[in-house]
């Protein structure tokens, strides 16, 4: 299974796809997945391991995402970072952009400074690309976050 820890409770990873792969995603601690890709909902193949997933989907089109898009994934992640034990699946279908964008705005919303958390997610997953639009869309959100937490 394609999956990085960037920190030990929150992974990176590419499509899972099958039974077997989300069975191995169980074993690893899982319990939250992110999931960001439109090509398939992760849902039924969850459902037996008792995995809780947001199916998230969005196109890798190189376009800017809009706030709600991270809204609705931040909220997932923070609230599962906030039960103890829990361990939260980012992924996309090759966790390489729509992915990485997420966890981005998970970790800053966690309290990570944002070049920090890129080379973090780099130096762990040299895959990841943090195209400029997906990072201006990212600190877009982060500014709205930021003044309704005001």
Not at 8 to 33: D, P, Q
Not at 67 to 95: M, N, S, Y
Not at 113 to 126: I, V
Request: net charge negative.
């Amino acid at each position: 299974m394609d999956m990085t820890w960037v920190t030990g409770r929150i992974a990176v990873g590419g499509g899972i796809w099958n039974g077997e792969n989300m069975a191995e995603v169980a074993r690893a601690g899982v319990t939250h997945i992110i999931d960001m890709q439109i090509e398939f909902d992760d849902t039924a193949l969850a459902e037996p391991h008792g995995i809780q997933v947001l199916w998230s989907p969005v196109d890798d089109d190189f376009q800017p995402k809009p706030e709600k898009l991270f809204w609705r994934g931040v909220e997932f992640g923070q609230a599962a970072v906030d039960e103890p034990g829990t361990k939260v699946l980012i992924h996309c279908a090759a966790g390489v952009h729509r992915a990485p964008m997420m966890a981005l705005a998970l970790l800053c919303s966690l309290g990570w400074n944002l070049e920090k958390a890129m080379d973090l997610m780099q130096a762990r997953r040299p895959v990841v690309d943090f195209p400029d639009v997906y990072v201006n869309s990212v600190e877009r959100f982060l500014q709205q976050q930021a003044s309704s937490n005001r």
